[in-house]
């Protein structure tokens, strides 16, 4: 069984947590658990954030049930974004980590809340924030600190519009030189374009991060959000012997 806190304590890992950008079925996120057994932490939105307020919003509690019923049946840990700390009650049985999300990187009053929860946080930066501003939202969790916190650089919003942000690989290389805080990259909102997935997963390696972050989708063209970057999940198996290659080089173990 993978465990989470000793990835927190390793400086020699690449976590790979994968998983549909939103749940939709127990169907759909069962086929990603059956495609990739070998996958350790599944992400799935339940709470979506959308910028368009009728665009899907996530199954909500219906969500938190089907992640129950599948841990029963398979072995993995559960990352989920939290829009609201009234959520933190449903939620907390099925996740092992709370995601926060680019749009929530500056609601001080959720993260002191999940200060008090104790739980991991993978903890967005926002898309127009600076590392410092990202570091010092750090400070809402000092119970987590450079422990429990994992920064995940998903791209800024800059005056290029050819992808959907732009990834900012320079904080990634400054935040392991200059700070003991778990990096990961997401190479999916960063590009919205699933063709570059691949090879910004290497770069996250090349920058020193500690894992990545990507959506994976059974049918990505019938996604009921972001279709455009998901990949599936035999490009994500391709993906990982990639890294697992170059793995061997910058002395890190792929998980
Ligand atoms: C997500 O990871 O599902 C997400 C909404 O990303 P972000 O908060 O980075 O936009
Ligand atoms: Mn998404």
């Known amino acids: 069984m993978f465990n989470l806190d000793q990835y927190l304590q390793s400086n020699s890992s690449f976590l790979t947590i994968a998983g549909p950008c939103a749940l939709e079925s127990k169907e759909q996120l069962e086929s990603i658990l059956k495609a990739t057994p070998d996958t350790k932490v599944i992400r799935a939105g339940i709470y979506k954030m959308r910028t368009n307020p009728d665009s899907f919003q996530g199954l909500g509690a219906a969500g938190i049930d089907i992640v129950m019923e599948l841990k029963k049946d398979y072995d993995f840990k559960f990352v989920t974004e939290i829009t609201d700390p009234r959520q933190i009650e449903t939620l907390d049985p099925a996740v092992d980590m709370y995601q926060v999300g680019s749009r929530n990187m500056y609601n001080y009053d959720l993260l002191r809340e999940l200060n008090k929860v104790g739980k991991p946080v993978l903890f967005k930066r926002a898309f127009s924030a600076t590392v410092k501003e990202w570091i010092n939202a ?30 900012d690989i320079n904080s990634v290389i400054y935040l392991k030189q200059n700070h003991n805080f778990k990096v990961i990259v997401d190479p999916s909102h960063a590009a919205g374009i699933r063709q570059m997935v691949k090879p910004l997963s290497h770069v996250a390696m090349a920058a020193g991060a500690d894992g990545i972050l990507v959506e994976c989708h059974p049918h990505p063209e019938c996604a009921l959000s972001d279709k455009e970057q998901q990949i599936t999940p035999a490009e994500l198996l391709e993906i990982k012997a990639e890294l697992t290659k170059l793995a061997n080089f910058y002395d890190k173990i792929v998980l």
């Open 138 to 167: 750090c400070g809402y969790m000092p119970d987590l600190g450079e422990d429990k916190i994992i920064l995940c650089e998903r791209g800024i919003r800059t005056f290029e519009t050819t992808t959907r942000n732009c990834l």
